[in-house]
T-cell receptor
Framework: AQKITQTQPGMFVQEKEAVTLDCTYDTSDPSYGLFWYKQPSSGEMIFLIYQGSYDQQNATEGRYSLNFQKARKSANLVISASQLGDSAMYFCAMRGTNFGNEKLTFGTGTRLTIIP | EAGVTQFPSHSVIEKGQTVTLRCDPISGHDNLYWYRRVMGKEIKFLLHFVKESKQDESGMPNNRFLAERTGGTYSTLKVQPAELEDSGVYFC?????????????FGPGTRLTVL
């Protein structure tokens, strides 16, 4: 079974500061993928970044980077130079990479509020 | 290319009634997933279609929930009869035929309220 833990229900960050959203995971799968999604107040789920368990380098996508520490089973999302539009719910998720095991397992989410 | 669409965006029904949610995946996406988020809790997987076949329905909570995907295009999720604990946001997602990444694209969700 897979499990995602997000221990920060809410965070307040000053605009232009960097922010780290925590995510730890547990799985018995030898190969897996880790995802971060953003859910603004409008409700849609927006894919942000992906990290494969065998990827050697940490994933980056623009202002988003994933601090992947496999031994610690953590996959924290780092947002650099935060903007007001970054205020949203953020979900960490994972899935196995075996065929037939493609469902995403989500954490409870972190509500990020950027303060002007 | 159009994204995943869901209908209705909101539904308010009384306990015991029936509701049918619809999901139209991105054209060409063989994989279709249903998820649900009950208030304050994590988003939970319900089931996964590959074309018209149910690949994994391990997350379906009980037999009051029925999902179909006739012809491998759009999908419906019917709740009959609805109970109070069924309230939440129901998300649909789709993805391409499997590759190593297999990003799931989500729809905007249907907010279901059972009174």
């Amino acid at each position: 079974a897979q499990k995602i833990t997000q221990t920060q229900p809410g965070m307040f960050v000053q605009e232009k500061e960097a922010v780290t959203l925590d995510c730890t995971y547990d799985t018995s799968d030898p190969s897996y993928g880790l995802f971060w999604y953003k859910q603004p107040s409008s409700g849609e789920m927006i894919f942000l970044i992906y990290q494969g368990s065998y990827d050697q380098q940490n994933a980056t996508e623009g202002r988003y980077s994933l601090n992947f520490q496999k031994a610690r089973k953590s996959a924290n999302l780092v947002i650099s130079a935060s903007q007001l539009g970054d205020s949203a719910m953020y979900f960490c998720a994972m899935r196995g990479t075996n065929f037939g095991n493609e469902k995403l397992t989500f954490g409870t989410g972190t509500r990020l509020t950027i303060i002007p | 290319e159009a994204g995943v669409t869901q209908f209705p965006s909101h539904s308010v029904i009384e306990k015991g009634q029936t509701v049918t949610l619809r999901c139209d995946p991105i054209s060409g996406h063989d994989n279709l997933y249903w998820y649900r988020r009950v208030m304050g809790k994590e988003i939970k997987f319900l089931l996964h279609f590959v074309k018209e076949s149910k690949q994994d329905e391990s997350g379906m909570p009980n037999n009051r929930f029925l999902a179909e995907r006739t012809g491998g295009t759009y999908s419906t999720l019917k709740v009959q009869p609805a109970e109070l604990e069924d309230s939440g946001v129901y998300f649909c997602a789709s993805s391409r035929p499997r590759d190593s990444f297999n990003e799931q694209f989500f729809g905007p969700g249907t907010r279901l309220t059972v009174l």
